[in-house]
Structures are given as structure tokens and as C-alpha cells.
């Protein structure tokens, strides 16, 4: 989502690989060796300077397939670092669990326009990889949007594990309805493949959106988008609306939400809190019937300190984890926060590990 913190961001994308800190086995300080391994390994996957062609990388989003192969998505903006200029979505993949990456690809190229918003998902059925994303009309300087912004969602997908790529097909006429008419955005960060209860086998993924009356933005939208055909038809589910006053104040924005599958088949909403009058950059509800419904409205969290910035979720056995900065205002201190109870909106997350300290560009990639 457009916002003046964007600004601050440097045009590096780091890698935090957490997975051995986070499943290593409590040993008695007697029993470990001498030289403790670090906690954290940290590499820079996407970077100007390392890949030429690219003012700066935003957006970030990874996903495991089928065969292991780990694809790192990100958006290459070409001209400079706005949220709205000529952007190409490109990825990378690694075939030994992140430790080294092939080449910088271009899975769609803007052309001038903004392509963006990647938000990737996997059917474990088929090995099939979706890929959703967004289009507008692209800038020449580092401007946002004009409002009302024409964006417009549509989807790509791999079936040879990320080496190559489907033509785009438009979604507009199945997940745009005629009132969401201006801001639009897939993801980012993952998509689900739900994995329990009747829905079994349904792919979500989330977006945000806003409602342009002719004079000024009126409400704002965040929704899952639901297939229960693999892909091929789409459909708005789960949808959350909060009012913009005449004023222009409302209570939320919740946008760049991030989902996960808890282990009793309710589906975890995460998102940026873009704005609002409610206290907390983070806000979060549930589904319990699959992505067709929310169990209550986004509700934020005060005391989860973070920035205004996407985070993602994942779920790590009996443990959910969510990674965001720690900071409230700026966008470093990356952290892996902790939810023993499945993230039930209204308790505490717990057990926070941080990474190193690296800056205000971290996006974290999950692995």
C-alpha cells in the first residue's frame, strides 16, 4: 500500500534464514561446542548493484513447491524506487533450501506500466505454482498512484516448477467488484492451500481494496479470494468494509495481509494497519469456514510493535510465526515473533527472536 515510509527503504533485499535457529533442540551449555554456530545466516538476494537493469527491489514473497525448490518473488523497479513507475515482478530460485540462488528471472515485465503485488501459491495436488498480481498504469517519476487508481488483478502460473511462466490472464471480471474501483492489491507474501476439514484442497489468497465514489475514496476492503478448481475460477469470500468519513478519517486500513492454516482448519488474517485512528501497525481476524466468511471484524493489536510494513505468517507445528520489524516507526530490527495459541486474536504473541540488526531495508524472507 502507498505510504511515505516507503521512502526510507534502501534498495536492498535481505534474506534472514531462521529455520535452524528456530528448530534447534535446547543442548546444556557443557554439551554445545566451543564455537557456538550463529543463530541467524543472512544473505542479500536481491540487490541493484548485483542486479543491473533495477533502480531497487520491493514486495517480497517466497514459496516452497512440490520438489522442495524455493522461489523468491520480489518487484524490479526500473526507473527509480516509487510504488508506481515501470515494475517488473522477478524471481529467483534456490534447489538447496536458500543457501545458494540461481539467476535473476523476469516472471512479467511492466513495460512502462506497474506489474506488481506478487503473491504466490502452490497446489499440492497438481505442483501447479499461482502467481497474483496487479496491474496500473505506470509513472516516470516516483509518485503514487493517481486516485482513482486503475488496478486491475490477475494471475500467472508455472507447472515446470518456476523455470518458465504462463501469459497473464485478467481476474477483473471474477475478483473486482464494480465498487472496489480504485486502489487494488494481491498479497502480498503468500497464498494457502488449506489442508483440513471440507474445504481441503481450496487455494486463498488475500487483498485489499478501496471504493471510489466520483469525488473521494469511501471505504476501504480487505477480502480472501477463494478456488476450490485449482485455479481456474476465482471468487471473492471473506470481506471486511470500513467506512473513510468525510474527513477522510477511518479506524482501519487492513491491507498486505498475510495468511496461514492453524492446525484446527481456521485461517489466520494478518495485516498492515494502513493509517487508522484504532492503536497498532498490525490487525488480524480469522476465518473459520474456509475463506468464505470472517469469524469478527480485523481487530488491531497495540502491543505488537511494528512499523507499517507487509509481515508474513507461518505456521511451524503446534507454533505460529510471524515476521515483521520490531521497531513501531521504522522499518529494521527484524524479528520472529511466537504464538503458541494459534494467534487467537486478542492474546499476546510471545518468544521473539531477533535477527540482526541490518537497517531499515529488511523484509524478511521466510524459509
Not at 524455493?70 to 524471481?91: H, S
Not at 506500466?113 to 509513472?139: C, F, K, M, Q, S
Not at 469469524?295 to 507454533?319: C, H, I, M, N
Request: glycine share 10%; proline share 7%; with cysteine.
Amino acid at each position: 500500500m502507498p505510504s511515505s515510509l516507503r521512502a526510507r527503504l534502501r534498495s536492498t533485499l535481505t534474506a534472514v534464514l531462521t529455520a535452524a535457529a528456530l528448530l534447534a533442540p535446547t543442548v546444556p551449555a557443557d554439551a554445545r561446542p566451543a564455537t557456538a554456530l550463529p543463530e541467524f545466516e543472512q544473505q542479500v538476494l536481491f540487490k541493484a548493484s548485483q542486479d543491473p537493469g533495477y533502480a531497487c527491489f520491493r514486495i517480497p514473497a517466497i514459496v516452497r513447491t512440490t520438489a522442495g525448490t524455493l522461489l523468491a518473488f520480489a518487484e524490479g523497479r526500473v526507473l527509480n524506487c516509487g510504488d508506481a513507475a515501470d515494475i517488473d515482478i522477478v524471481v529467483k530460485r534456490s534447489t538447496d533450501g536458500g543457501r545458494t540462488w540461481g539467476p535473476l528471472r523476469v516472471v512479467n515485465e511492466g513495460a512502462g506500466d506497474t506489474h506488481g503485488n506478487p503473491a504466490p501459491l502452490v497446489d499440492r495436488r497438481t505442483g501447479r505454482i499461482l502467481l497474483a498480481e496487479t496491474y496500473n498504469t505506470g509513472r516516470t517519476d516516483a509518485g503514487n498512484c493517481s486516485v482513482p487508481c486503475d488496478r486491475t488483478p490477475h494471475l500467472q502460473y508455472s507447472d515446470d516448477d518456476g523455470r518458465t511462466w504462463s501469459e497473464p490472464r485478467d481476474l477483473s471480471d471474477e475478483i473486482r467488484p464494480g465498487h472496489w474501483n480504485s486502489w487494488y492489491a494481491t498479497g502480498p507474501v503468500h497464498g494457502i492451500q488449506l489442508t483440513r476439514g471440507r474445504h481441503a484442497g481450496r487455494l486463498v489468497f488475500g487483498v485489499n481494496t478501496e471504493t471510489w465514489d466520483g469525488g473521494r475514496v469511501t471505504a476501504n476492503h480487505a477480502a480472501l479470494i477463494v478456488s476450490d478448481d485449482g485455479g481456474d475460477h476465482w471468487r471473492v469470500g471473506a470481506t471486511d468494509s470500513w467506512p473513510i468519513a468525510q474527513d477522510g478519517t477511518f479506524r482501519q486500513k487492513p491491507s498486505e495481509v498475510t495468511l496461514t492454516e492453524r492446525t484446527d482448519g481456521a485461517i489466520l488474517v494478518s495485516g498492515r494497519e494502513q493509517d487508522g485512528t484504532d492503536l497498532g501497525h498490525r490487525t488480524q481476524t480469522l476465518s473459520r469456514d474456509g475463506g468464505d466468511s470472517f469469524a469478527t471484524p480485523f481487530r488491531d493489536l497495540p502491543d505488537l510493535y511494528t512499523p507499517q510494513v507487509q509481515g508474513a505468517t507461518l505456521r511451524l507445528g503446534d507454533r505460529m510465526l510471524l515476521s515483521a520489524p520490531a521497531d513501531p516507526d521504522r522499518r529494521r530490527t527484524m524479528m520472529i515473533r511466537s504464538s503458541y495459541d494459534g494467534g487467537t486474536p486478542g492474546t499476546a504473541w510471545t518468544g521473539a527472536r531477533s535477527s540482526p540488526r541490518t537497517g531499515p531495508a529488511t523484509p524478511t524472507w521466510r524459509r
